[in-house]
């Protein structure tokens, strides 16, 4: 079944956010009590939208590792015909057809299940190829997905976890970008004087 798509106010989205980065609790934050997908505009004479998501993506998951988020990292396939979605305290990972924005699973086999699922605490993608990183924030490391032609399925086949579980300062990965034979990544210091550092992990 399609999604019914809204108008995204990006007025409220933008103060909402400065609102939350200044430490401030923000009530009217949409995706902090609604299950939505929101689609930011490129041209200025295009509002954007949102789109409602199943209501799983509005209560926290049973993982047992990281914050009880929900709805969090994102990544299109190049074609831009999918994108892929991460529930971080569900632990799962979604494939969305972007003509309807029906969320389906995508089965995962491998790795340990830290936390309960298969990728807890998941948060920032990057997609590769077949092959998917997941950066799993509480557990400091990268899940590594090979992902099927469908990207239905996948395996986890390893973690990077170097210099992340190594090195207390560069610990809680949030987002990364593909340089190289290397990912970077972003760290959360939470509260000062804890610094943020970009932290390169080999492949």
Known sequence: MGATAGVLDIAAMNFALKEYYNGQAVPNVTYDSHPTLAILPKEEDWEGK???????????????????????????????????????????LYLLDTETFTPVPINLSGGDFAGGEAVCSADGLLL?????????????????????????????????????????????PTTMANFGHSLYAVTYGGAPPSPDFVVRIPK
Not at 53 to 70: D, E, I, S
């Open 50 to 92: 949102v789109i409602p998501l199943p209501a799983n993506f509005g209560v926290p998951g049973g993982c047992t590792v990281g914050p009880p988020v929900r709805g969090n990292g994102i990544a299109a396939t190049p074609d831009g015909q999918h994108l892929i979605l991460i529930h971080m305290s569900e632990g799962r």
């Open 128 to 172: 590769d190829g077949p092959t998917l990183y997941a950066m799993q924030f509480a557990l400091n490391r990268v899940a590594v997905i090979q992902l099927s032609h469908d990207r239905l399925s996948g395996v986890i086949t390893h973690y990077l976890t170097e210099p992340l579980a190594s090195n207390p300062a560069t610990q809680f």
